[in-house]
């Protein structure tokens, strides 16, 4: 069974730092592009990056490219989401997905990160 | 990178038939093959329904159906069940190799 599990939200303030990790089972985590996706309270889904399965290939949203760094660890399976320079606009549950030819086909549950002052 | 458009709701009755569009333009839902839809309930993570804009994964009921024409995608959920009652997004891969989402249908069930 496919499993995504991500931890690492929490409350920070305006200008600090984050990183979220999501550890996968269940499947060859190596041979899988992964992406992040966060959906701000009550608000749609919004694709934040991705990471090609040797993670040599990196893609960003335009509203957070520069700020935040997709990779990953594939020995540990488990992928990870740096994120600096925290805008309260940040503030979302970030979901971690696997990757399945063009479409997200597994997700995890999802973390919440709360940017405030 | 601005998201592709969907209504904000629809809604139909038991055993009735709905569609919800997705339009963006010929940059990702009019350009390449690559529309998937989700599927996601209150509290709960986003669910695969469609990929490649008609393809349902193994284990999706087949009252659901995706298709496109030109720069619309839609979704079509036929005997409509309480069930199916939720938010449901569409995505499309990018020209410049990214992915952008819909801004999100609630389905509602009278």
């Known amino acids: 069974e496919v499993q995504l599990v991500e931890s690492g939200g929490g409350s920070v303030q305006p200008g600090g730092s984050l990183r979220l990790s999501c550890v996968g089972s269940?499947?060859?985590?190596?041979?899988?592009?992964m992406h992040w996706v966060r959906q701000a309270p009550g608000k749609g889904l919004v694709w934040v990056s991705h990471?090609?399965?040797?993670?040599?290939?990196?893609k960003y949203a335009d509203s957070v490219e520069g700020r935040f760094t997709i990779s990953r660890d594939n020995a540990k399976n488990t992928l990870y989401l740096q994120m600096n320079s925290l805008r309260v606009e940040d503030t979302a549950v970030y979901y971690c997905?696997?990757?399945?030819?063009?479409?997200?086909?597994?997700w995890g549950q999802g973390t919440l990160v709360t940017v405030s002052s | 990178q601005s998201a592709l458009t969907q209504p904000a709701s629809v809604s139909g009755s038991p055993g009735q038939s709905i569609t919800i569009s997705c339009t963006g333009s010929?940059?990702?839902?009019?350009?390449?093959?690559?529309v998937s839809w989700y599927q996601q309930h209150p509290g709960t993570a986003p669910k695969l329904i469609i990929y490649?804009?008609?393809n349902r994964p193994s284990g999706v009921s087949d009252r659901f159906s995706g298709s496109k024409s030109g720069n619309t995608a839609s979704l079509t959920i036929s005997g409509l069940q309480a069930e199916d009652e939720g938010d449901y997004y569409c995505?499309?891969?990018?020209?410049?190799?990214?992915?952008?989402f819909g801004t999100g249908t609630k389905v509602i069930v009278l």
């Open positions: 269940g499947f060859a985590f190596n041979n899988y592009g």
């Open positions: 490649d804009v008609s």
């Open positions: 990471s090609r399965h040797d993670g040599t290939i990196t």
């Open positions: 010929s940059s990702e839902v009019g350009g390449n093959k690559y």
């Open positions: 997905t696997r990757g399945a030819g063009y479409n997200l086909g597994y």
């Open positions: 995505c499309s891969y990018t020209s410049t190799t990214i992915y952008v």
